[in-house]
């Protein structure tokens, strides 16, 4: 079993090969009136300045997907007419 030690370095080697957050959301005056609570969501890895528009609850899920690589932005952004 490792050390707590090593899992310290383990970490700090990873933060700090981050080099930014991978998203910006942004509440506006919709965010506090639409049903949903849709929020805006900027890109700034992949597409940087890129937006889509999700509700609050999809927001924690896409977040976590980006910060391990499992989906890119691109999966996020919402196709015309389809209900996200």
């Given at each position: 079993m490792p050390s707590r030690a090593s899992g310290r370095a383990t970490?700090?080697?990873?933060?700090?090969?981050?080099?930014?957050?991978?998203?910006?959301?942004?509440?506006d005056a919709r965010t506090?009136?639409?049903p949903g609570r849709p929020l805006t969501v900027v890109d700034l890895y992949d597409t940087p300045g890129q937006s889509t528009?999700?509700?609050?609850?999809?927001?924690?899920?896409?977040a976590c997907n980006l910060e391990?690589?499992?989906m890119d932005f691109?999966?996020?952004?919402?196709?015309?007419?389809?209900?996200?």
């Open positions: 970490y700090r080697r990873w933060s700090r090969r981050r080099r930014t957050p991978p998203l910006v959301v942004l509440a506090c009136t639409e528009v999700l509700p609050c609850r999809e927001v924690g899920s896409m391990i690589s499992n691109h999966e996020f952004v919402a196709v015309e007419a389809v209900e996200p």
